[in-house]
Nanobody
C-alpha cells in the first residue's frame, strides 16, 4: 500500500508564502505522477498542480499559475508545493495524491489518482 502524509500547512497573511510537503511510503514512489488538490468549505475538491513521475512535466490550475510551484525529490520520496503570493481564496485543506498509472503524465482529473493523504489546512487571512 501507499501512505501519503502532508505537512507544512498553517495560517499566513495575504501575500505570504508556505511550502507544503508530502512524504510517501509504499508503492514505488518515483514511477508515479503526484498531484495536489484542495477543498474549501462548501466547495468541491479542485485540482491545484501535478508533476510527472520524472519531474520533467508539470501542470497547474489557472488560478495558481505563476504563484505556486510543484516539485519532487525522488531520493527523499517527497513532493512539494511552494505557494507564494497567497490570497484568501487559497484557503482550503490541501491534499496530496498519487496517480494510479505507472509512469504517467501529470493529470488534473482527481479520478486518475488512487491514493490520498489526510490533508493539511492552509488559511490565508486578509
Amino acid at each position: 500500500q501507499v501512505q501519503l502524509v502532508e505537512s507544512g500547512g498553517g495560517l499566513v497573511q495575504a501575500g505570504g508564502s508556505l511550502r507544503l510537503s508530502c512524504a510517501a511510503s509504499g508503492r514505488t514512489f518515483s514511477r508515479y505522477a503526484k498531484g495536489w488538490f484542495r477543498q474549501a468549505p462548501g466547495k468541491e475538491r479542485e485540482f491545484v498542480a501535478a508533476i510527472s513521475w520524472s519531474g520533467g512535466s508539470t501542470n497547474y490550475a489557472d488560478s495558481v499559475k505563476g504563484r505556486f510551484t510543484i516539485s519532487r525529490d525522488n531520493a527523499k520520496n517527497t513532493v512539494y508545493l511552494q505557494m507564494n503570493s497567497l490570497k484568501p481564496e487559497d484557503t482550503a485543506v490541501y491534499y496530496c495524491a498519487q496517480d494510479r498509472a505507472w509512469m504517467s503524465r501529470p493529470h488534473s482529473d482527481y479520478v486518475q489518482y488512487d491514493y490520498w493523504g489526510q490533508g493539511t489546512q492552509v488559511t490565508v487571512s486578509s
